[in-house]
């Protein structure tokens, strides 16, 4: 993660809300819980003139989403134990005994019950594959792999609004 916050250091970067390019202001931590443990890292941190929007460039590669105190490793651990287990207070405690990772059913919950509602909306033949919403970085890189043929990536608009990718590997 270091080596991804210092490429950084020094570059102006164009806001993403409204593209004028800003030089860093500070230099901040962010915790994250992730599958290895709590990692604690600095990464530069952006206050767009133009705008007022704070960023930092380091979180979207990271696949770290604003303010949240998870990785996306993490996010998807506790979603199928969430899924998986009688109940959250029982995800919370099976991810416990096997990683020694301690969370709350309370970060369990909204986070398996939000992407069961994802999931109840897609037709019953697309629930196997992988489903998420991925920055756009990520997308058009996977994007460019399924032009070669090694994964498939599909947009699907929801009747609620929400848009997701569906991947799968082919088989």
């Not at 800003?22 to 962010?30: E, I, Y």
Request: proline share 5%; aromatic share 8%.
């Amino acid at each position: 993660m270091l080596a991804v916050a210092w490429r950084w250091a020094g570059v102006k970067p164009a806001c993403p809300k409204c593209g004028e390019r800003s030089k860093a202001r500070d230099w901040l931590t962010r915790t994250v819980l992730t599958v290895c443990g709590k990692i604690s890292f600095e990464r530069p941190w952006y206050v767009c003139k133009g705008c007022g929007h704070n960023w930092s460039p380091v979180d979207e590669p990271l696949r770290l989403e604003s303010k949240a105190c998870l990785s996306a490793g993490m996010l998807e651990w506790l979603i199928h134990l969430g899924a998986s287990c009688s109940s959250f207070v029982g995800a919370a405690d099976v991810l416990s005994k096997l990683t020694g990772l301690e969370v709350s059913s309370e970060t369990v919950r909204p986070r398996t019950e939000e992407r069961g509602a994802v999931l109840e909306n897609l037709p019953l033949m697309l629930r196997h594959y992988h489903v998420g919403v991925l920055s756009n970085t990520v997308c058009n890189r996977i994007a460019e792999r399924d032009r070669r043929g090694t994964t498939y990536l599909r947009m699907v608009k929801l009747q609620n609004g929400v848009t997701v990718w569906i991947m799968a590997s082919p088989g």
